[in-house]
């Protein structure tokens, strides 16, 4: 039983069917299964309270009739012991409607039954007598959970039938792999590790985090960890007091405090020195900074994104990282792929590129196929970023509006050059020995051309040579070739 459990008729709960189809759209909806008449009647009513759209029903049976005509968001069920019904029901439900969320409800003797059920894919369970405020925060926290997925999936879904998310372009299985992690993680507030080698679009990963956020209006604050002067990291991140340092003629607030519950990204991360990588560490333990020269704290409410090109594995290793602040940034990690690794969203990216800047001259555009082909095979060690700039180099060169190999970076056409075959060289004019006896050689027929004309023109070697089109030390030359040199 409930330790508090008001007993409600069933008039007082909607009936199923149309009205519940019409309602659910924008109500969550609450199924109880449950034999006890006045627990199954209390649980639908607290959900009521709380706005869901409430219903009970009798036995398995009837919650499996229900299910097949609707969509519950959270169901409440009864388990009767290990074997029982009722786990059936969760198995069936967890394999047909995966995006419900399961409580199970049990007696004290038959919690082995409720490890059973969470195992199975019970997201939450409840040991009978339980108190209605138990109740209503168990609700609550399923409620919380089902948002965040539907939300999840809402974004899965935008990025599979698009071409990506805003600049982030790709189909490729392994981009599928980064949109599925992404469309979770935008809607939690843990640190973020975005692995991956330079030009892979880390920062345009970290901003479609912040962007599909909960927190999407507040500050994107992106720190380059490598471009700060050491002597000036500290006091960028952590802000300073005036007259902490020459030059501060003001109080400034760093820029963890600046974000005010928005994101802010540490680019590269790995350049980071010691010293303040364990200050880094605090302010994200504790969340709060004491900025340069001051002696309070400030309090820090700002989301950590993290990225690097560096494998921070091995640096922990060495001695070069901060163990604590790898795994403190490392709760999700999130591998770009190369662009040598997803060649089949290649035609994507150069569409895209080219759109872009079909827009900014206000032309159209097109890769010829010598070039596409090459653009297809070329191993892109820069990845995305040298595409886009080997595209808006092209655009800028080309006469016309065919973009031709010529026209692109230095490194695809020496790599084109590199990857054509080789072509023997043809033998020396003199060497005879290659060519068939059916076949004249062109020093011979150059030869006989020579005499032709000197015999033409009786001998006169300045008159044969402006004949033939060459010049009188030409002449001169080939007759000594020939061992004519007083003819």
Known sequence: MLTTAPIMTTSAYPPIGEHLAAEQSARMSVLVVDDDAAVREACCEIARKQGFLSHGVVGVAAARELLRGNSIDIILLDLKGPGAPGLELLDEVKTLHPETAIIVMTAFATVTSAVEAMR???????????????????????????????????????????????????????????????????????????????????????????????????????????????????????????????????????????????????????????????????????????????????????????????????????????????????????????????????????????????????????????????????????????????IDRACAYCSGTVLQLGDSSSPIIEYYSNSRPKIAAPPPLNDTSLISPSITSLAEMEKQAILAALRELQGDKLAAARLLGIGKTTMYRKLQEYGLGEA
């Open 120 to 390: 199975t894919g019970a997201t939450d369970y409840l040991t009978k007598p339980f108190a209605l405020d138990e109740l209503a925060t168990v609700l609550e926290r399923a409620s919380e959970r089902r948002t965040l997925d539907l939300a999840s999936r809402r974004l899965r879904e935008k990025l599979r039938t698009q071409q990506g998310l805003g600049n982030i372009i790709g189909r490729s299985a392994e981009m599928d792999k980064i949109y599925r992690i992404l469309s979770k993680v935008a809607f939690t507030a843990h640190p973020v590790l975005i692995l991956g080698e330079s030009g892979t679009g880390k920062e345009m990963i970290a901003r479609s985090i912040h962007t599909n956020g909960p927190n999407a209006t507040k500050p994107f604050i992106p720190v380059d960890c490598s471009s700060l002067v050491p002597t000036l990291v500290e006091s960028e991140l952590f802000g300073y007091v005036k007259g902490a340092f020459t030059g501060a003629n003001r109080s400034k607030d760093g820029l963890l405090v600046s974000a005010e519950g928005g994101t802010v990204f540490l680019d590269e991360i790995g350049e980071l020195p010691l010293d303040l990588q364990s200050k880094l560490l605090r302010a994200l333990q504790e969340k709060e900074v004491r900025p340069v020269g001051a002696t309070h704290r400030v309090p820090v409410n700002a989301r950590i994104l993290a990225a690097t090109n560096r494998n921070l594995t091995e640096m922990v290793e060495q001695g070069r990282f901060r163990k604590d602040l790898y795994y403190r940034l490392n709760v999700v990690n999130l591998r770009l792929p190369a662009l040598r690794q997803r060649r089949e969203d290649l035609p994507l990216l150069i569409a895209h590129f080219l759109d872009r800047k079909n827009r900014e001259y206000g032309k159209n555009f097109r890769v010829s196929d010598e070039m596409l082909r090459v653009l297809m095979d070329y191993e892109w060690p820069g990845n995305v970023r040298e595409l886009e700039h080997t």
